[in-house]
């Protein structure tokens, strides 16, 4: 019977795992569709059946950083042999550079506003959280439950209010709007999750450098920060991503100066033809970061997820 | 007690490092979430459009009168249920299942984890435009692989809720994944054991063991998974803009039309209200589990 058993179970592993493999695959067909689409010939993008094999080029790159017109008639064979190569590929699609395109603004919009608002909120939020964790607040649980709730609002539901004031004050559409806005929807995670790292440090190591004629923030200083190192890189990556991907607040908030990527590589899509491979382009550099961020995150995915909640 | 007396007396007291710590963030938090809602309480009580130029003009609750006796409105609620219920049980049954699945020794398991795990950390909004692409039609993946010919997803009013919904379940239910693995681990061997010498049914032992055991942890994911599709923008609103028609308009969507192209300033920020107190009671709720998951 335990013979019987055991090889049904060998046999249910087995099919598990063939099943994991296969869900896996379907899984990843997104993400590997719009890798290769970023790399695709505009003719190779939209065929039926769908284009697999394809000489891989990066005109989707060069269109994605470049506004072009259509080539009224062909490049003298002259021209296009002192053309650049990223100008050659451009006169092969038939069109030829007029000027730098918005991209590249969008992206360094991106990074600064992501960058500035997560050390912003780390900062706070890692004070916070000591404090929070190593003294008594009255209503502490209260306090908490309201710096994770401001964390819940619906973007759209606080974004008339704040639009509003932000006109009034000129804030619209500058990176200093969206600092503000970003901090904020980050400060309420890095409290939660560097209270659960630094709840975790053993309150002994600081009585003992108290005892050697530390001062408290000393204490905090040189012994609770470098013990909390690795959660104060995760709690960073994790608020960068979320400032990186937010969409809601950048449309509503900006619409050229300050603008983040998110907003503008849907706003390619225009009339028109679509060039869906400049899209994947631009999608690819966009989404590329993250997943590299997601391998490096990976043992501290669910406690992000849960603010801290659940460890493991 | 001397140390911290005598700490004190030379640095900051321990008071003072508390209150320097806590009270700025408080206050921040306070000026960028708490001042504008009553900004906009007090405007929902207003007939009023930023752009206009005109100053408000008081008229009591009829914004919320008019916005409760407002079919479009309780349509777009409607719209928001089933998304809300389609979604968060595809991914319920798909991420418990995958979890299922994934609990044993399986070679690479980490590395199979961790690549599930990639969608759920990208932009919706940037997600919701390449599932476009997968969609189209004509030359898009999805109706390639599933030899449907020229089916229309995005533009079709009976299945494109249907298809956002699929591009949620594609992103989130890995996040249900997560949490499962996380209670399905946690699981003590030796109940199996036992149940094993008992001689109990594979479908008895997930019945009374499993189940009951991962059930607080699903719950969470279940909750902050309902609360999201509850608040979806970004996905829906790249993907279809609420439409076509009003077919996913969803109120969030719907909200934001309010509030924006339309510049119904005093009657979207009632709407706003409407809706921050169902996320309120549903968030409250949220925060309840997950305390009881951290103390145990």
Same mark, same amino acid.
């Given at each position: ?145 309201? #710096? ?9 539901? @606080? =974004? /008339?209010?704040? +639009? !509003? ?113 400049? #899209? ?9 970061? @993250? =997943? /590299?961020?997601? +391998? !490096? ?16 | ?296």
């Amino acid at each position: 019977m335990a013979a019987v058993e055991s090889n049904r179970s060998r046999f249910f592993n087995k099919f598990a795992i063939v099943v994991v493999l296969i869900l896996m695959v379907i899984y990843l067909i997104p993400l590997y569709w719009i890798g290769s689409t970023a790399f695709k010939p505009r003719s190779a993008a939209t065929t039926v059946p769908p284009t697999v094999i394809f000489k891989p080029e990066v005109t989707p790159f060069i269109k994605l950083f470049t506004k072009r017109v259509q080539l009224r008639k062909a490049v003298s064979k002259e021209k296009y042999e002192k053309a650049k190569w990223y100008e050659k590929s451009v006169y092969d699609g038939g069109e030829r550079i007029i000027a730098n395109s918005p991209f590249l603004n969008r992206l360094i919009n991106s990074i600064v506003i992501a960058g500035i608002s997560t050390f912003l909120a780390l900062t706070f939020g890692t004070f916070t959280a000591y404090g929070f964790s190593r003294f008594k607040v009255k209503g502490e649980n209260d306090w908490l439950f309201f #710096i994770l709730s401001t964390r819940m609002l619906p973007p759209v539901v @606080v =974004a /008339i209010p704040i +639009f !509003l004031m932000f006109r009034n004050i000129g804030l619209v559409d500058t990176h200093l709007g969206l600092i503000l806005l970003y901090m904020a929807l980050n400060l309420s995670f890095c409290v939660w999750l560097m209270k659960g790292f630094i709840d975790e440090i053993p309150i002994e190591y600081e009585e003992a450098a108290l005892v050697d004629g530390y001062t408290r923030f000393e204490a905090f200083w040189k012994i609770v920060l470098p013990q909390s190192a690795t959660g104060i890189a995760a709690t960073a990556v994790f608020s960068f991503i979320t400032a990186w991907n937010e969409y809601a607040f950048a449309l509503m908030m900006t619409n050229r100066k300050a603008q983040t990527a998110p907003p503008f590589i849907p706003s390619q899509l225009g009339s028109g033809m679509i060039d869906w491979t400049t #899209i994947a382009a631009g999608t690819f550099i966009f989404l590329f970061p @993250v =997943a /590299i961020f997601t +391998f !490096l995150l990976r043992k501290h995915l669910l406690r992000g997820v849960t603010f801290g909640a659940i460890r493991k | 007690m001397t140390a911290t007396a005598s700490a004190a007396r030379r640095g900051l007291s321990d008071l003072a490092i508390r209150n320097v710590f806590i009270i700025p963030t408080l206050v921040f938090l306070i000026l960028i979430n708490i001042f504008p809602l009553f900004y906009s309480l007090i405007l929902s009580f207003a007939d009023y459009s930023a752009v206009s130029g005109k100053p408000p003009d008081w008229i009591g609750i009829r914004n919320y009168r008019e916005l409760l006796h407002d079919p479009h409105v309780w349509e777009s609620f409607y719209i928001t249920l089933k998304y809300v219920i389609i979604s968060v049980a595809g991914q319920l049954v798909v991420g418990f299942g995958v979890a299922l699945l994934l609990n044993r020794d399986i070679p690479g398991k980490g590395t199979i984890t961790t690549l599930l795990l990639v969608p759920m950390m990208m932009s919706m909004a940037i997600v919701g435009l390449f599932w476009k692409l997968l969609y189209s039609p004509s030359w898009g993946i999805i109706n390639y692989l599933l030899g449907l010919k020229n089916f229309v997803w995005i533009s079709n009013p009976d299945v494109a809720l249907l298809a956002i919904a699929i591009t949620d379940i594609w992103m989130w239910s890995p996040f249900v994944m997560l949490l499962s693995l996380a209670g399905l681990s946690a699981i003590p061997q030796h109940l199996y054991e036992a149940a094993a010498i008992d001689r109990a049914s594979r479908w008895f032992t997930f019945r009374r063991i499993t189940l009951p055991l991962v059930t607080p942890l699903l719950l969470i994911a279940v909750i902050f998974r309902t609360m999201e599709a509850f608040k979806t923008f970004d996905l829906a609103f790249i993907m279809t803009g609420g439409g076509p028609g009003t077919a996913t308009e969803l109120i969030a969507i719907k909200l934001y039309n309010m509030a924006f192209p339309q510049w119904q300033t005093g009657k979207s920020c009632a709407l706003a209200y409407i809706l921050l107190i169902m996320i309120i009671g549903i968030s409250n709720i949220y925060i309840k589990y997950l305390n009881k998951a951290k103390e145990r």
